[in-house]
């Protein structure tokens, strides 16, 4: 099984810095592509899942190609493509090539060549060799309502801070955290961010043992506060939208000139902006052109969806102090080696065909049917738990 | 013999084939060797056509799970390498799964076999370690739907791997087209009478297939469609009128009358509780079929075999 996670020093040497590209240049390579994908999928009515699933795929791709051989938006074009078969919302190449004419600029859509279809068509080959079909990818969203539905609480706070954390999620798609941590340990981080940010608290929660000193302790083993905090500062990062980024060269491929001009922001006036509802931060303090709305998230259960996700501005300076406090916050909690909950990876393959798992503490269960299950349709291997099926052509 | 070689993109799918394992309806099996560690695998051989919007989605979907049924690395599934491919001059896709390569098939374990036959030990590891994968199959919700000797592949240890599951399973309607003769051995009477089927064909076929390891022959080696049912209601008895699928041209008087038996009427070195697990699990009516989970918690896997 190839790994997917990568140290420090590796992410210093991928393909593009070995190819001249400055680190920094990658960095906001990645972010254009990975907010190309959820901007052109939000567009498409693709779902949260879809898109996640994308740009994973773009962030692993350019871990074995140059940017400078790979122009960015022609691969983002087929992340979402593939990613759209293998969630089973497939759109068509043509159509989601429409859609990336409709936010790119025109000196851009050079990069797609004569023939833009042929083009994503190609590379779809080359991609699915590179993440060597290694398609299924879990993200940390389905762990973030998972883990949500254990808190205790006030329930609109609680709800006000999964729509944080998962505002947070949306935009930690376009730093490089899911090539270095599991999707269990973003989604840990950003609802310890989100629950400072928004002053809820996970005092208690179902299934609490008393083993466990923070509630994470109930889902991951080993992470360590360092490791949370440098997620947590790499989604922050981003509300850092530099000058220099604007700045820098635009070759290759071409940055659109939309995108050129974001404001200029430093951390603190960023933060203090108010979280827009039902959206990411950073695609509208720092998008031109357009602004993409990823879907907020499902509610929670007995929990009404709340219409307020955001920050309060009035507090935000309070709420800077926070995040500055994470470490200390940290060190006062005593350590000890607990007995780990360690992820069960074969959990994860029941979460993939079964409906959202069951909350802990029960056990993980396999969706074991009693005793059979229902007929597939002829010519189909897999029992489809009633998902209506495309008609595919058959093999030759 | 030439290699195989991978796409353009210059990735290390770098193998070159010994010989030819089988050629089946649905593509070659080749034994190759890895060229960069030198280890011997088997590679499938599997041809598909692109669409119009590239690699179809069933493909996409199917290559996902088998990868991630992989990555739970149960010890009676055989272990997949790694998946490549490579566009063809004809503009269809190659796909080749690499798997681990093991010595023999269950067909060749049994054509094998010294005149003293299987011992009961062995019998009861194979059946244990076929009910094991299959529960692992259906705990992920995937019907096998062609258990067969020849799909069932036996380690150097010993130890019962199951094969062909996966991609192969939507050839289906091309297979009746082409004239490989498929073997109707193993299927249960549903799928035989076109009718709705679920999970339990497989407990049919696990069946069949323990009977053949006590009898050394096919349980049922039925010769054609209504001969193969003829054969199995020989076992079940006739089905009555009300079991009779309404959906169906042929007619219930089709088959002569037949009592049900015992499986041990057809092998009579069973023992009693092998007769009655098999008994069970080759139940007319699929409601009656136990589970692979509860197979495996039978008295006939609790004891030493008699
Ligand atoms: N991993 C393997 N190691 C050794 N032999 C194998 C392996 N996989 C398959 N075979 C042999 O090749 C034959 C055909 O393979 P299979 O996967 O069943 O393809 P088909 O779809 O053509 O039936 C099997 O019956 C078995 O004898
Ligand atoms: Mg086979």
Known sequence: ?396 | MSPFKSASDGSPCNYENIHVIGTGAYGTVYKARDNTNGRIVAIKKVRIALTENGVPMSTLREISLLKQLNACDHSNIVKLFEVCQFLERDGKLMILLVFEYLEQDLSDYIENLPKSGVSRTTIQRFSRELLTGVDFLHSHRIIHRDLKPQNLLISSQGHLKIADFGLAKTYDSEMKLTSVVVTLWYRAPEVLLAQPYNSSVDIWSAACIMAELFMRKALFPGTSDKNQLDRIFELTGRPGVDQWPKTISVSREYFPMRHPKRPRDFCPTLCEYADDLLSQMLSYDIRLRPSALACLEHEYFQQEPL
Not at chain 1, 141 to 163: E, I, N, P, R, W
Not at chain 1, 234 to 248: P, R
Request: proline share 12%.
């Open chain 1, 1 to 396: 099984m190839p790994c997917w996670y990568y140290d420090k020093k590796e992410l210093r040497e991928t393909p593009s810095i070995l190819d001249g590209v400055t680190f920094e240049t990658e960095r906001r390579y990645r972010k254009e592509g990975a907010r190309f994908i959820m901007e052109c999928g939000t567009k498409m009515g693709l779902g949260h899942n879809t898109m996640a699933t994308g740009v994973v795929y773009f962030h692993r791709f350019y871990m074995f190609h140059s940017f400078k051989s790979f122009p960015r938006y022609v691969t983002a074009c087929c992340c979402l493509f593939l990613a759209g078969k293998v969630e089973e919302t497939p759109k068509k190449c043509r159509d989601i090539i429409k859609t990336a004419r409709g936010i790119l600029n025109d000196n851009y859509f050079v990069s797609f060549g004569e023939d833009p279809k042929e083009e994503v068509m190609t590379l779809e080959r080359i991609l699915l060799q590179t993440i060597k079909f290694d398609l299924q990818v879990e993200h940390p969203y389905t762990f973030l309502l998972k883990y949500a539905k254990c808190f205790k609480g006030d329930q609109q706070k609680l709800q006000k801070m999964v729509q944080m954390a998962w505002n947070f999620v949306n935009d930690s798609l376009s730093t490089v955290v899911c090539l270095q941590w599991e999707p269990e340990i973003i989604a840990v981080a950003l609802i310890h961010l989100a629950s400072k940010l928004s002053k809820f608290t996970v005092l208690d929660w179902l299934g609490r043992q008393p083993s466990h000193q923070r509630w994470w302790d109930m889902f991951v083993s080993d992470v360590t506060m360092e490791i949370l905090e440098d997620i947590c500062h790499q989604v922050l990062d981003l509300y850092q939208s530099t000058q220099k980024e604007g700045q820098e060269p635009n070759s290759p491929p071409q940055k659109p000139p939309s995108r050129a001009d974001s404001p200029t922001n430093n951390k603190v006036l960023s933060l203090l902006l108010p979280l827009p509802q039902n959206s990411s931060i950073v695609d509208s303090t720092t998008l031109g052109k357009t602004k993409a709305a990823p879907p907020p998230p499902p509610p929670l259960p007995a929990c009404p969806p709340s219409d307020n996700g955001g920050l309060n501005p009035n507090n935000a300076a309070a709420e800077l102090n926070n995040i500055q406090s994470i470490k200390s916050l940290a060190s006062a909690v005593p350590v000890e080696t607990l007995p780990p909950v360690t992820l069960n990876t074969n959990a994860n393959y029941h979460m993939y065909h079964a409906p959202p798992p069951p909350p802990p503490p029960a056990p993980i269960a396999p969706p074991y049917p009693p005793p059979h299950y229902t007929a597939v349709p002829p010519n189909m291997g897999y029992y489809n738990a009633g998902r209506p099926q495309q008609p595919q052509p058959r093999y030759q």
